[in-house]
């Protein structure tokens, strides 16, 4: 009996073996096909011309690389004034790299950052940009102010002196007063809320819709999950010619609506949006004039909300497709108060 159980066992084993391999996910061999282009290379940070600022006289940056290749690539060397400051050689993806390199030692002047990518066959591809690092006094802030973003080249917060994550490759372009942080597809800031929020909040800052994808998220302090009860939300939504802007937030028991706030032309400039809550109000300005007032219940309830999101839903408010916002940001300030009417029309004025 033992015999015979051994040799129906090894029976089965050889047929499931046979029936791996004849499965529904066979394992083929393929030959490496010819690797035919060069490799590609784009450097997101810094940008050509930018201006990196520093309290730090010897500052810390990171510069942001993108290199791929069609079949593999062998090294990404980054070379800052002619030195070589950096040499990498092993991928995770070994077609595709997202480099984001630490350099502790930069100062004050003129610099030129050269990356040079080459893939297993020694094709190369080669990527200069000229930008300037200088030395900035420390912002002092309005009363309540806990982030400023002027988005002047870098997403550094002048506040803190802290940059705040880059998820994706973001951009810059020509904004309301010097740069504006440029939305793209999967891109967006974050930067943790401990310490900064009270029951008490403002937000003040330029605003100019791209009005592609159809909806976005714009700015988020949102928990994990699908519940409003706690947060806050500011969403973009297309309307036909017309783009509606909207938010939502949580005050403990319940949720609240602004939404639409206010609807405008695809085609809109620029424009400028603050929002002010209190703990029994809550009120939108756009272009220094009142146009929506909510009468509040009960204070703001930040339970759950570690982190904000700039430029997007991600990555608590993804529902309701409210991805990444290719629109354009511009002298970004958020309070833990509520800032008052003058101070509205201030920020509106550019004071």
């Known amino acids: 009996m033992k015999i015979f159980n051994y040799i129906l066992i090894s029976a089965l084993a050889v047929g499931l073996t046979l029936s791996c391999r004849k499965g529904l996910d066979p394992i083929t061999p393929v030959s490496p096909r010819p ?15 930018k201006v990196v600022r520093s309290t730090d006289e010897v500052a810390t940056v990171i510069f942001k690389v993108v290199a791929e290749d069609d079949v593999e ?14 040499s990498i050689t092993s991928f995770k993806d070994y077609r595709r790299a997202l ?67 880059i998820v994706g490759a973001p951009g810059f372009a020509e904004g309301k007063a010097g740069d504006a942080y440029a939305g793209a597809t999967n891109a967006y800031l974050e930067f943790p809320t401990d310490g900064i929020l009270g029951s008490e909040f403002s937000l003040s800052f330029w605003y100019k819709i791209n009005a592609e994808p159809l909806r976005a998220g714009i700015f988020a ?22 783009q509606n802007l909207g938010i939502n937030f949580g005050i403990g028991e319940t949720e609240v609506w602004m939404n639409p706030f206010i609807t ?31 009468e509040l ?8 909300c570690p982190s904000m999101t700039i430029g997007s839903g991600m990555p608590n408010f993804s529902y309701w497709e409210h991805f990444s916002d290719l629109s354009l940001y511009d002298e970004f300030h958020l309070f833990n108060r509520a800032i008052t009417a003058a101070e509205v029309q201030g920020f509106y004025a550019g004071k």
């Open 35 to 49: 690797d035919q282009t060069d490799p590609t290379l784009v450097i997101n940070y810094p940008q050509e011309g």
């Open 73 to 86: 690539l062998k090294s990404v060397v980054l070379q800052l004034d002619g030195a070589e400051i950096g």
């Open 99 to 165: 480099i984001d390199f630490e350099y502790n030692n930069l100062v004050d002047g003129e610099h030129t950052l050269t990356v040079v990518v080459t893939d297993l066959t020694g094709k190369t591809e080669t990527k200069t940009v000229n930008f300037k690092k200088v030395t900035a006094p420390p912002y002092t802030p309005l009363a309540g102010e806990v982030l400023y973003l002027p988005f002047d080249g870098d997403y550094l917060d002048l506040i803190s002196g802290n940059p705040l994550t």
């Open 221 to 242: 302090i949102s928990p994990v999950g699908d519940s409003r009860n706690t947060g806050f939300r500011f969403l973009r939504e297309n309307n036909g010619e017309n």
């Open 264 to 294: 405008v032309p695809t085609t809109q400039d620029w424009m400028h949006i603050a929002i002010t809550i209190s703990t029994t109000l809550a009120t939108i300005y756009v272009d220094g004039e009142v146009v929506l007032e909510t």
């Open 297 to 304: 219940t009960a204070p703001l309830d930040w339970t759950g």
